[in-house]
């Protein structure tokens, strides 16, 4: 949970982006995770058809990379994978704020197949520089490489955001602009029209065979803000996400409320949190399997969790997850369905 920034939105959303009075998980703890992590994942590959097997490890924070043994983390991931390496493909990614020394990155980037960078505004004009410099490093190796620009709502950081993507774009580096998730009194992160308007647009050309199109008066809140948050968003990752089963229109923007819908977020995601061990199912949605918010285990009992899980899918009994979250954020992009019927008749071509 800990992190070399301290932006302003970070802690605005779901659970807290960070925390920096905690301590960085021993390395002890760190390596048993992924022993745990691996184990639980084989379990759901075990029962997808082979070509889908394929697991992407996202190391993630505060700012995964701030860790000093971080290395020695990513090395013991494709160690252990050694075991696994013929039944699932793995992808080692991160998520991270490339702000670190141009030394540390050197020894991280072999170690790692896909970079996303997030952009981060309120970055010291020395951090715009130290973020530019080690995006063009990674640009010129093999790990795939994308930026996720965080497009702040006040007006002079908007702007930054859309120099950012200019620079991106002379750069020939992939982007992908993004709204911020945030709770409703952070009416500072409120986007004005003109910016919902820029966001709009954007949904619209990355949509396909159909019109998004965000309606001012439907994201209007009680306070008369326009709160895009509360409305809907898109995938974290840019997919273009289809719905009512017709797969020839795809949207970009959707909207962000389930209720009481059955989802598969627990068979796409797992979600450990280091620092207090706890595990869950996704990392910002957090339902359980008691049709509660929290979380499905803990590090110190994973081999009770583990040994459910198998019980369950021996007998065909996957646990499914019912949602009562007012907003869903990340997991948006799993299959869900109102009813559990369909919900198991669009699960068929995910399971074998």
């Not at 993507?165 to 003109?194: A, C, M, S, V």
């Not at 040994?307 to 869900?336: E, H, M, T, V």
Request: glycine share 4%; with cysteine; aromatic share 10%.
């Amino acid at each position: 949970m800990k992190c070399n920034l301290d932006c302003s939105y970070c802690n605005s959303g779901i659970d807290g982006g960070h925390d920096n009075s905690t301590r960085h998980p021993p390395l002890t703890d760190c390596l048993k995770t992924i022993g745990f992590m691996f184990e639980y994942v084989d379990l759901y590959m075990q029962h997808k058809p082979k070509g889908i097997r394929y697991v992407i490890l996202n190391v993630y924070g505060g700012e995964s990379l701030h860790h000093p043994d971080i290395v020695k983390i990513l090395q013991t991931v494709h160690e252990r994978y050694e075991k696994y390496k013929n039944s699932w493909h793995l992808t080692v990614t991160t998520t991270t704020n490339a702000i670190l020394s141009k030394t540390k990155l050197q020894n991280i980037i072999p170690l790692i197949d896909e970079f996303t960078v997030s952009y981060h505004s309120e970055n010291t004009e020395k951090q715009q520089t130290q973020f530019k410099d080690n995006l063009l490093t990674i640009a010129k190796t093999k790990a795939r490489l994308k930026c996720v620009v965080l497009m702040h709502a006040i007006p002079k950081f908007f702007q930054k955001c859309l120099d950012m993507i200019q620079w991106l774009d002379q750069q020939g580096i992939k982007y992908l602009p993004r709204q911020l998730d945030h709770d409703i009194f952070r009416t500072d992160l409120n986007y004005n029209t003109e910016q919902v308007i820029w966001l709009d647009n954007l949904y619209t050309k990355k949509s396909y065979q159909t019109n998004p199109e965000i309606s001012l008066d439907a994201i209007v809140d009680s306070n008369n803000n326009l709160n895009l948050a509360s409305a809907g968003r898109a995938c974290c990752g840019g997919r273009q996400l289809c719905q009512d089963s017709n797969y020839k229109a795809r949207s970009f923007w959707v909207s962000n409320k389930f209720p009481d819908w059955y989802c598969s977020v627990n068979h796409f995601f797992l979600f450990v949190k280091q620092v207090n061990g706890k595990i869950y199912v996704n990392k910002d949605c957090k339902m359980n399997f008691d049709g509660e918010v929290g979380p499905i285990g803990t590090l110190e009992r994973s081999d009770e969790l583990l040994s459910q899980l198998r019980a369950q899918i021996d007998n065909n009994s996957r646990p499914i997850i019912q949602c009562k979250k007012s907003f869903c954020y990340c997991g948006l992009c799993a299959p869900k369905a109102k009813n559990l019927d369909t919900f198991n008749k669009i699960m068929e071509k995910y399971q074998s």
